[in-house]
């Protein structure tokens, strides 16, 4: 069992930067695939970021803006977020997964990941 612990949300104003973290349980943590995802209100859930089996992924729509890492001695995954714009607005949640992913078309699958965190919530201001 993982538990995960988001933190960092909050408001930004467009360009600014925010620093997401994501807490984790577990003595197994290093052996996971980390991912983030987002949902704006009416919308599906959205691939952001993962790490998995020394490889990142993310979509293009934050590629080059957001970078994932992760420290497994304080089993803990950041995300890294840059030059926000209005339309990353949304719940930001961590998740993790047993799979190791070969691409970002596995990686952004919501249901091959096995816990979730509660979400934090980033707002980018015009």
């Known amino acids: 069992q993982v538990q995960l612990v988001e933190s960092g949300g909050g408001l930004m104003q467009a360009g600014g930067s925010l620093r997401l973290s994501c807490a984790a349980s577990?003595?197994?943590?290093?052996?996971?695939?980390m991912g983030w995802f987002r949902q704006a209100p009416g919308k599906e859930r959205e691939f952001v970021a993962a790490?998995?089996?020394?490889?990142?992924y993310y979509p293009d729509s934050v590629k080059g803006r957001f970078t994932i890492s992760r420290d497994n001695a304080k089993n803990t995954v950041y995300l890294q977020m840059n030059s926000l714009k209005p339309e990353d607005t949304a719940v930001y949640y961590c998740?993790?997964?047993?799979?190791?992913?070969?691409?970002?078309?596995?990686?952004?699958?919501?249901?091959?990941?096995?816990?979730w965190g509660q979400g934090t919530q980033v707002t980018v201001s015009s």
């Open positions: 790490r998995s089996g020394g490889s990142t």
């Open positions: 577990g003595r197994t943590f290093s052996t996971y695939t």
């Open positions: 998740a993790a997964s047993r799979r190791v992913f070969s691409g970002v078309e596995f990686a952004a699958t919501p249901r091959d990941y096995d816990y």
